[in-house]
Protein backbone atom coordinates (compact mmCIF):
# COMPACT_ATOMS: atom_id res chain seq x y z
CA UNK A 1 0.00 0.00 0.00
CA UNK A 2 1.41 3.37 -0.85
CA UNK A 3 0.81 6.38 1.47
CA UNK A 4 1.22 9.86 0.84
CA UNK A 5 1.34 12.22 3.96
CA UNK A 6 2.27 16.27 3.23
CA UNK A 7 4.10 18.12 6.08
CA UNK A 8 2.00 20.88 7.63
CA UNK A 9 1.66 23.95 4.93
CA UNK A 10 1.55 27.25 7.05
CA UNK A 11 1.28 30.60 6.35
CA UNK A 12 3.04 33.39 5.14
CA UNK A 13 3.17 36.92 4.20
CA UNK A 14 2.48 38.28 0.38
CA UNK A 15 6.32 37.84 -0.86
CA UNK A 16 7.26 35.60 1.63
CA UNK A 17 8.62 31.77 1.68
CA UNK A 18 7.11 28.44 2.18
CA UNK A 19 8.27 24.74 1.83
CA UNK A 20 6.10 21.77 1.51
CA UNK A 21 7.24 18.06 1.30
CA UNK A 22 5.78 15.27 0.72
CA UNK A 23 6.76 11.80 1.93
CA UNK A 24 5.68 8.61 -0.12
CA UNK A 25 5.55 5.34 1.54
CA UNK A 26 6.26 3.46 -1.22
CA UNK A 27 4.95 -0.62 -1.15
CA UNK A 28 7.90 -2.86 -3.29
CA UNK A 29 8.15 -2.17 -7.26
CA UNK A 30 5.95 0.71 -6.92
CA UNK A 31 7.38 3.23 -9.27
CA UNK A 32 5.24 6.38 -10.23
CA UNK A 33 6.36 7.70 -13.61
CA UNK A 34 4.80 11.29 -12.47
CA UNK A 35 5.05 12.93 -8.93
CA UNK A 36 3.69 16.33 -8.27
CA UNK A 37 1.62 19.04 -6.57
CA UNK A 38 -1.51 20.50 -7.29
CA UNK A 39 -3.71 23.01 -5.09
CA UNK A 40 -7.13 24.16 -5.19
CA UNK A 41 -8.56 27.54 -3.65
CA UNK A 42 -11.75 28.20 -2.44
CA UNK A 43 -14.23 27.64 -5.28
CA UNK A 44 -11.79 26.94 -8.00
CA UNK A 45 -10.82 23.42 -9.88
CA UNK A 46 -7.62 21.35 -8.58
CA UNK A 47 -4.88 22.49 -11.00
CA UNK A 48 -0.74 21.43 -11.13
CA UNK A 49 0.96 23.37 -10.00
CA UNK A 50 4.48 21.42 -10.59
CA UNK A 51 5.19 17.79 -11.72
CA UNK A 52 8.59 15.98 -11.76
CA UNK A 53 9.19 12.72 -14.23
CA UNK A 54 11.10 9.51 -13.30
CA UNK A 55 14.10 10.80 -15.63
CA UNK A 56 13.94 14.22 -13.67
CA UNK A 57 12.59 16.79 -15.81
CA UNK A 58 10.20 18.97 -13.83
CA UNK A 59 7.19 21.57 -15.22
CA UNK A 60 5.82 24.21 -13.74
CA UNK A 61 2.46 26.35 -14.03
CA UNK A 62 2.64 29.84 -15.64
CA UNK A 63 1.22 31.04 -12.42
CA UNK A 64 3.79 29.71 -10.70
CA UNK A 65 7.28 29.52 -12.87
CA UNK A 66 10.16 31.36 -11.50
CA UNK A 67 8.90 31.74 -8.03
CA UNK A 68 8.19 27.10 -6.98
CA UNK A 69 11.00 25.15 -7.53
CA UNK A 70 11.06 21.22 -6.77
CA UNK A 71 14.63 21.45 -4.75
CA UNK A 72 17.20 18.76 -6.80
CA UNK A 73 17.66 16.96 -3.49
CA UNK A 74 14.21 15.38 -3.80
CA UNK A 75 13.79 11.89 -4.05
CA UNK A 76 11.24 9.06 -5.80
CA UNK A 77 10.17 8.92 -1.66
CA UNK A 78 10.33 12.64 -0.66
CA UNK A 79 8.92 15.42 -3.09
CA UNK A 80 9.48 18.66 -1.69
CA UNK A 81 8.10 22.00 -3.13
CA UNK A 82 9.83 25.29 -2.41
CA UNK A 83 7.50 28.66 -2.78
CA UNK A 84 8.84 32.04 -3.05
CA UNK A 85 7.86 35.39 -3.94
CA UNK A 86 4.31 34.32 -2.21
CA UNK A 87 0.94 35.81 -3.82
CA UNK A 88 -2.14 36.21 -2.01
CA UNK A 89 -3.81 34.10 -5.05
CA UNK A 90 -1.67 31.35 -3.93
CA UNK A 91 -3.92 30.85 -0.63
CA UNK A 92 -5.49 26.94 -1.37
CA UNK A 93 -5.20 23.49 -0.31
CA UNK A 94 -2.24 21.77 -1.62
CA UNK A 95 -1.82 17.98 -2.83
CA UNK A 96 1.07 16.07 -3.71
CA UNK A 97 0.07 12.66 -6.09
CA UNK A 98 1.78 10.40 -8.05
CA UNK A 99 0.48 9.29 -11.15
CA UNK A 100 1.12 7.25 -14.05
CA UNK A 101 1.60 9.78 -17.03
CA UNK A 102 2.27 13.74 -16.55
CA UNK A 103 1.23 16.40 -19.36
CA UNK A 104 2.57 20.02 -18.76
CA UNK A 105 2.72 20.60 -15.07
CA UNK A 106 0.08 17.71 -13.86
CA UNK A 107 0.30 14.23 -13.46
CA UNK A 108 -2.57 12.18 -14.70
CA UNK A 109 -3.64 8.94 -14.26
CA UNK A 110 -3.37 9.52 -10.84
CA UNK A 111 -2.95 6.95 -8.52
CA UNK A 112 -2.38 7.95 -4.99
CA UNK A 113 -3.25 11.66 -3.12
CA UNK A 114 -2.13 13.48 -0.07
CA UNK A 115 -4.32 14.42 2.78
CA UNK A 116 -4.18 17.83 1.54
CA UNK A 117 -2.44 20.72 3.85
CA UNK A 118 -3.35 24.45 3.99
CA UNK A 119 -1.41 27.66 2.73
CA UNK A 120 -2.48 30.60 3.65
CA UNK A 121 -0.82 34.15 2.37
CA UNK A 122 -1.56 37.03 3.95
CA UNK A 123 -1.14 40.97 3.00
Known amino acids: QVHLEESVGGSAQAGGSLTLSCAVS?????????MGWFRQAPGKEREGVAAWERDSTQTYADAVKGRYTIPPDSTKITLSLQMNSLRLEDTAMYYC????????????????WGQGTQVTVSS
Open 97 to 112: ATGATKFGASCLDVHY
Open 26 to 34: VGIDYKPYC
